[in-house]
């Protein structure tokens, strides 16, 4: 089985699920506090160049969700520089899985695709998993 480092905002009940999920598989996990974590755009960078600008964004982020950041309107600079600034905007999980590859979000298709040993249950949902007030605040 794996090591993943996994980067999650603590408390969140969609981190928690998907979580479970890759240890039931028998992964094991390094669990990194996503908002804490002293980022540098380098490092940030290695997760989210791959993807469009708009897909780098927490769409349950208080910031997103209210209109006033909108990740389509930015460029790679600007939106890089918010997500430095305010880790919250930071689509999650990051993964960083042993062969090197580094993840956005909870994909299972892609998981399964570098992980051996995957539950044979679907994985939980990206997203939040808050019925009340997803992502209030920080931590």
Sequence with gaps: MAH???YEK???GG??????????AGH???????LHWAW?????L???APLPVADWFNRAAPAVRDGLIQPE???AEQALAALLAQPLLIRRPLLTLEDGCCLVGFDETRLRGHLT?????PAPAEGCAARVSPCGTAT
Excluded: H, Y
């Design 46 to 48: 290695a997760f989210l």
């Design 4 to 6: 993943i480092v996994f």
């Design 15 to 24: 981190n928690a699920k998907q979580k479970a999920w890759l240890m039931a």
């Design 117 to 121: 040993g995957t539950p044979t249950a």
């Design 40 to 44: 540098t755009p380098e490092r940030l």
């Design 10 to 12: 603590p408390g969140c």
């Design 28 to 34: 094991t996990l390094e669990v990194r506090d996503l």
């Design 73 to 75: 309107l930015l460029s």
